[in-house]
């Protein structure tokens, strides 16, 4: 069975930095792009960008380029999303998802999500 | 940057009603359009992909069309596990957008 598992709940202070987790499973974790998408709380969803293990190539949302790095570690099949300085407008559920074969192409497989909260 | 319009925003049904919700792109997608349901507190549900295929195990009674700028998604009488926010999803290239939700309420 295909899964994304990912980190637990963060409660971090704005100019802090946060790094979360995606752990892939049931799957060549090398052969499929991994995507991060932001849902602010009441809000809709928004794609971040996205990362190709097999080729370490990644990819990025104009609005959110700089603000945050995508990486993965293919030892342990897992995609991460990083802040160096988290800001309170960075309080939002953050979802991993990966496409169906042949990318681009439409989330088939989420992560649950992780609940990022910065306050000070 | 490819922008998708979603309507209505909020749509009131009954169980057992025909809806039909429409996303519309600022310029053509050809047929790479996806939607999604998702529901309080959850992670989002693929149902269609390609503008009309359904997703394995999403059941008939929802159905989506269209192509180039202009797409529907159709749910054929209502059941109360519908009740949700729908998204559209373009992935015309290897940037996406998504629609801004309509959220389906019971009337």
């Known amino acids: 069975e295909v899964q994304l598992v990912q980190s637990g709940a963060e409660v971090k202070k704005p100019g802090e930095s946060l790094k979360i987790s995606c752990e892939t499973s049931g799957y060549n974790f090398p052969n499929y792009w991994i995507a991060w998408v932001r849902q602010i709380p009441g809000k809709g969803l928004e794609w971040m960008g996205s990362i190709y293990p097999g080729g370490s190539e990644t990819r990025y949302s104009p609005p959110f380029q700089g603000q945050f790095t995508i990486s993965d570690d293919r030892s342990v099949s897992t995609a991460y999303l990083q802040w160096n300085t988290l800001k309170a407008s960075d309080t939002a559920m953050y979802y991993c998802?990966?496409?169906?074969?042949?990318?681009?192409?439409?989330?088939?497989?989420w992560g649950q999500g992780t609940m990022v909260t910065v306050s000070s | 940057d490819i922008q998708m319009t979603q309507s209505p925003s909020t749509l009131s049904a009954s169980v057992g009603d025909r809806v039909t919700i429409t996303c519309r792109a600022s310029?053509?997608?050809?047929?790479?359009l996806a939607w999604y349901q998702q529901k309080p507190g959850k992670a989002p549900k693929l149902l269609i992909y390609?503008?009309?295929t359904l997703e394995s195990g999403v059941p008939s009674r929802f159905s989506g069309s269209g192509s180039g700028t202009e797409f529907t998604l159709t749910i054929n009488s209502l059941q109360p596990d519908d009740f949700a926010t729908y998204y559209c999803q373009q992935y015309d290239g290897y940037s996406y957008t998504f629609g801004q939700g309509t959220k389906l309420e019971i009337k």
């Open positions: 998802a990966r496409p169906l074969p042949y990318s681009p192409n439409a989330f088939d497989i």
């Open positions: 390609k503008a009309s």
């Open positions: 310029q053509s997608i050809r047929h790479w």
